[in-house]
């Protein structure tokens, strides 16, 4: 049977890094004849401003019918003045929501050949993190939230609530991947003042007694923080909630040199899952062709892997964009440190667009099959 991939480009730079995408996954499908149809749809200020819903009725069919969701960013200046509940992150947060992707994995991986991109003197070996992120609970959903006048002035709230079972099923994955690699688990939390974090912390010992193999680690929020900045080789599998793993993250973001280089995977229970580089919609660079598209073109590795099982793909995309990082081959956003650093490691870079970028990782990601005998 056909495969079929939803792909929503969105807002600023989402198009130009899902014309990436698109084109990643098309010369992919055609060297590996994959059975695999392309639909597209809209979500977002785009979907806002063509039907006056960041998530239309459309495209919650459209993505109820995939296989998998392929989804650029969302969000900018030019909707600042909707209505709250029509914002385009609503769109995507009840995207998120409707298709029950709980699980959002976000690699931060940074090899000691490239650690030039870093901001950080010290790294002395490979960055190479998972950091498993709740996606549909805790302050982005709890309910009651909004604004009140009370006392005479302004009031604003938002709730943060957690269930046993929306804790356990993402610390039982996040075992499960800390499983498969180095058998360590952080638990991310602030234990020392919310409620939230004392259930979680609790569930995640409970759940701890049926994965012996793996060691756990309880840590404070602001403690990780510091610790993902000085110590990041010796960080491996972190599972958090929802609010913490979006900040921790973009942290992750910054310490492998641009938040433009994490893909990530959201992940549901049921077998349809939605794939999205971490990075925002950058108003400020849209439209000009210098996005960088490693989020996206990785965030397709991440389909491979966990949508279609193809795993050798999967390992060549990522091998094909660290290689054509280590060419010297950039985009914008990778040039102040690279230029900063350059110096110290004296190797020669060029920044070069979107579009330029992707074909030199296709070409790369081709010759790594060729290597290992996966195409002619
Ligand atoms: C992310 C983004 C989103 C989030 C926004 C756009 C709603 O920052 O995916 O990290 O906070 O989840
Ligand atoms: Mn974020």
């Known amino acids: 049977m056909k495969k079929k991939i939803l792909l929503l480009p969105g807002d600023g ?3 130009e890094v899902m014309d990436a995408g698109e084109r990643v996954l098309s010369a992919l499908m055609e ?14 200020g785009a979907a806002y401003d063509a039907t006056g819903e960041p998530l239309p009725e459309e495209t919650i069919r459209l993505a109820l019918n995939s296989h998998a969701v392929l989804l650029g960013a969302v969000g900018g200046p030019a909707w600042n003045g909707v209505p709250f509940e029509k914002r385009p992150e609503e769109g995507l947060l009840k995207l998120r929501k409707t298709l029950s992707v709980y699980a959002n994995v976000r690699p931060v ?87 939230t974090s004392r ?11 049926a994965y012996p193999h793996v060691t756990l680690h309880h840590m404070l929020v602001d403690a990780m923080a510091m610790e993902m900045v000085l110590h990041p080789e010796t960080i491996d599998v972190v599972v958090t909630e929802n609010m913490f793993g979006d900040i921790l993250s973009d942290v992750g973001g910054a310490l492998v040199g641009s938040l433009g280089l994490l893909p990530s995977a959201s992940l549901s229970d049921h077998g349809l899952h939605l794939y999205e580089p971490v990075h925002g919609s950058a108003p400020t660079i849209a439209g000009r062709g210098i996005a960088n598209p490693i989020g996206m ?61 992707t074909e030199r990782i296709l070409e790369a990601t081709f010759r790594q099959l060729k290597r290992k005998g996966v195409v002619a």
């Open 199 to 209: 259930l979680w912390r609790e569930v995640a010992e409970r759940v701890h007694t």
């Open 13 to 15: 730079i989402g198009p």
């Open 297 to 357: 073109i990785l965030s397709v590795a991440m389909l491979f892997e966990y949508t279609l099982s193809l795993q050798e793909i999967a390992e060549a995309l990522w091998q094909g964009v660290e290689s054509t990082l280590d060419d010297g081959w950039i985009t914008a956003d990778l040039e102040s440190f690279v230029e900063h650093r350059s110096h110290e490691s004296s190797r020669p870079y060029r920044v070069i667009g979107t579009k330029e970028m």
């Open 31 to 44: 060297a590996f004849k994959l059975e695999i149809e392309l639909v597209h749809g809209k979500i977002g």
């Open 109 to 195: 991986r940074l090899p000691t050949r490239l650690s030039h991109f870093s901001p950080l003197r010290t790294l002395t070996s490979d960055i190479h993190m998972l950091i498993v992120r709740e996606l549909t609970g805790g302050l982005y959903f709890g309910e009651p939230k909004g604004r009140m006048v009370e006392d005479g002035e302004e009031k604003a709230r938002d709730t943060l609530l957690y269930s046993e079972s929306e804790i356990r099923r993402i610390v039982e994955l996040a075992y499960k991947l800390a499983e498969k690699r180095s058998g360590r688990l952080v638990s991310v939390d602030k234990a020392n003042v919310l409620a």
